[in-house]
């Protein structure tokens, strides 16, 4: 140990301040607990910095670049329109700016103490803090690992100025002239048409029968078909062999229905997965359960099996989602400080900012049969509803799921405009144990989307108004 390191004494060190670190840290400081939280690189995480936030802002500017130049059948019609992507980029950054300033204003009010550098486990209530001048200890009763994910780099395509990862894809000074994209889910899916929007020629690659797995091939129809109106080509059942680099871009080498295909663009975009940030902790010394894919064992609470050692978010098993290790930080706080929360996974919403956009919570219908439910499922299309007809966003549908005996919701899908916004509603009532009956005779304001979710629950009850 270095000559003078007295620890430093807290009652709970936050190891992580992403959307479940900085959550935990305050929720925690809250509660009454001298509160210490130890960050890497920048207060955040990967979600306010380089992730759902970023992306977000640059998919913003997408649709309002499309809109512009697409709005002659409401009478506008825009000549000359331009990109400034150096403007565009200094708006996105912005925008993070504001929001890790938030972040760090409401640790400060909560007087918690930030400090930088590693941490690496010595025992089970300590840990070294490292940075490139120094080290120091730390002694806590408990501690909370929210060290989040990283992209999944492949051997065949190391990251480089041409290879991207979605953290780089974020920064770049340039709307790539064609861009590949190796990986169809959620984040190469809104990449790549936040890019197509900008003005690149994209295509996407992926290995399985379908992009965006884990949403139903009704909802990703429509999204293939607004891809495709953006001159998006999308290879599936293609693996990705290799990349070579030339002077100005990249050849992309892919195999589908047994033949090899080179492709040229200015960069390739891999999205392939993320792994849990647990390999470089010393986790193991103290004897944290992980599974061979390093996510750590957890309990109800967030508990390991070390009593004294909490973990959440992207590093626990589930999916990498913001709202999902906000959820858990506020659990495994609470637990800490002496109260009964555990973790209760009814509805855990799922969103994917595509155009138009996808949002998913409870069971879809093939789930809710697995589980032996006899179910009932009907849908409201956008084109039957007014105020899509008025904002001209009539592509889309929300669709319920329900136990068929008492009309108890199970859950719901929806694709169309602002989807991420009205997930929210059948969320609620997910949680609340609501039945279709309740949704249908809650009085939704007109002319609205939300109407479209009352809508559909009376078609679930067989007594639609606006449909045959």
């Known amino acids: 140990m270095v000559v003078g390191d007295f620890p430093v004494e807290v009652d709970t060190l936050v190891i992580g301040s992403g959307p479940g670190g900085y959550v935990a840290a305050i929720r925690a400081a809250q509660l009454g607990q001298k509160v210490t939280v130890v960050e890497k690189d920048q207060l955040g995480g990967v979600c306010l910095n380089v992730g759902c936030i970023p992306s977000k802002a640059l998919i913003s500017v997408g649709q309002r670049f499309v809109n512009a130049q697409q709005s002659d059948a409401m ?90 990862s979605s953290t780089t894809a974020l920064s770049l000074e340039e709307v790539p002239g064609k861009l590949v994209v190796i990986g169809g889910g959620y984040i190469g899916t809104e990449l790549g048409s936040a890019y197509a929007n900008l003005g690149a020629e994209v295509t996407i690659i992926e290995g399985a029968d379908d992009i965006l797995a884990g949403f139903e091939k009704q909802m990703t129809q429509v999204v293939k ?35 090899e295909t080179t492709v040229e663009a200015d960069y390739v975009l891999v999205t392939v997965g993320r792994r849990p940030n647990t390999d470089e902790l010393g986790l193991e010394q103290v004897g944290v ?56 996974y009814l509805a855990i919403p799922a969103v994917c900012f595509t155009d138009p956009e996808l949002a998913t919570v409870g069971l879809n219908e093939a789930q809710a049969k697995e589980e032996g439910y006899e179910v009932s499922a009907g849908r409201f299309p956008y084109a039957a509803n007014g105020r899509a007809i008025a904002l001209d966003k009539t592509d889309g549908f929300v669709k319920l799921v329900a136990r068929k005996e008492d009309g108890l919701l199970l859950g719901a899908q929806i694709v169309g405009e602002n989807a991420s916004d009205m997930i929210s509603e059948l969320g609620l009532a997910i949680e609340a144990g609501m039945t279709l009956e309740d949704i249908a005779m809650t009085i939704h304001a007109h002319p609205t989307l939300g109407e479209i979710t009352m809508e559909a629950a009376e078609v679930v009850l067989g007594k639609p108004i606006h449909m045959m």
Not at 81 to 94: G, I, P, R
Not at 233 to 256: F, L, R
Not at 305 to 316: L, P, T
């Open 75 to 164: 009478g506008i019609t825009a000549s000359d329109v331009k990109l400034d992507f150096a403007k565009a980029q200094e708006f996105k950054n912005s925008v993070v700016s504001r929001l890790t300033g938030g972040v760090e204003g409401l640790l400060k009010g909560n007087k918690v103490d930030v400090v930088n550098g590693e941490a690496y486990f010595v025992d089970e209530h300590t840990v070294r803090v490292m940075d490139e001048k120094s080290a120091q200890t730390y002694k806590f009763n408990n501690v909370i690992v929210a060290t989040g994910s990283r992209p999944v780099e492949i051997p065949s395509f190391k990251f480089s100025d041409r290879v991207l």
């Open 225 to 259: 078909k607004g891809l495709k109106k953006k001159g998006v080509e999308i290879i599936t059942k293609a693996s990705a062999k290799g990349v070579e680099e030339t002077d100005n871009g990249v050849k992309i080498t892919y195999e589908a229905k047994g033949e």
């Open 289 to 344: 359960k992980m599974d061979d894919r390093g996510l750590i064992e957890i309990d109800k609470q967030g508990r390991t099996n070390i009593g004294s050692i909490y973990a959440i978010g992207d590093i626990v098993a589930g999916p990498q989602l913001a709202h999902k290790a906000s959820y858990e930080a506020k659990i495994a706080a609470e637990a800490i400080s002496g109260q009964k929360s555990e973790i209760d």
